[in-house]
């Protein structure tokens, strides 16, 4: 296996285990059971990257062929049910789980577009899709409002990240290197606009509406 394949991997090994991490401290503090956390730490890691897999033609997906998956899933697990009070210990565990996870898959997700000789239009929407999926299956299980429906920050890193690996391959820059960039650029967009409370342009209530009656 060539070492820039190596490095993929162990990326998106590193965004399924951080993923993980960010669904079983959300479902930990819903306080689900141990097959519940497991279930939605599976969902957030695993799911956006099935999905990719599926559009691409990757059958079956990685998430559900490789053992690995399944391990990083299972320790993080129990990294968060055995050891949640010093998980705790993390600022704002989930976003910053989430964050990390959101950027490695997006890198991930349209790097493994590209090399299936999808052009860059396609590379760049697998790559959101790969990061945000998990998250949006996180959130309606969990009965939340999933992030991307949010004024915040969330799909637009995705983008960044994933037109940086585009742009990337269209000017044949080092893999590994644009890799290291996208991701470091979409973790701290997404990181800094959650510490700074950036948001995008949101709607509140119509003024122009006419007055209600009463």
């Not at 099935?50 to 062929?65: E, F």
Request: hydrophobic share 55%.
């Amino acid at each position: 296996m060539k070492s820039a394949s190596i490095i993929f991997l162990i990326l998106d090994l590193a965004g399924t285990f951080v993923f993980a991490l960010s669904g079983a401290v959300a479902a930990r503090q819903k306080q689900l059971d141990i097959f519940g956390i497991f279930s939605v730490a599976f969902s957030v890691a695993c799911g956006g990257g099935i999905v990719r897999d599926l559009c691409i033609g990757a059958i079956p997906p990685a998430g559900l062929n490789n053992w690995l998956y399944l391990m990083a899933v299972i320790g993080a697990t129990v990294l968060v049910t055995g050891f949640y009070k010093f998980v705790r210990f993390l600022q704002q565990p989930v976003l910053l789980f989430d964050a990390l996870g959101l950027a490695v898959f997006a890198v991930t997700g349209a790097r493994k577009t590209l090399a299936f000789g999808y052009g860059a239009e396609t590379a760049v929407l697998l790559g959101i899709v790969s990061a945000v999926g998990g998250g949006v299956i996180r959130d309606i299980l969990l009965n939340r409002i999933p992030a991307i429906l949010t004024k915040e920050i969330y799909a637009s890193a995705a983008l960044v990240g994933s037109l940086i690996v585009v742009a990337g391959d269209i000017f044949h820059y080092p893999a590994e290197l644009v890799s290291i960039v996208a991701v470091i650029s979409c973790f701290a967009l997404r990181y800094l606009s959650l510490h700074f409370h950036l948001n995008l342009p949101s709607f509140g209530k119509d003024e122009t509406n006419p007055e209600e009656p009463g």
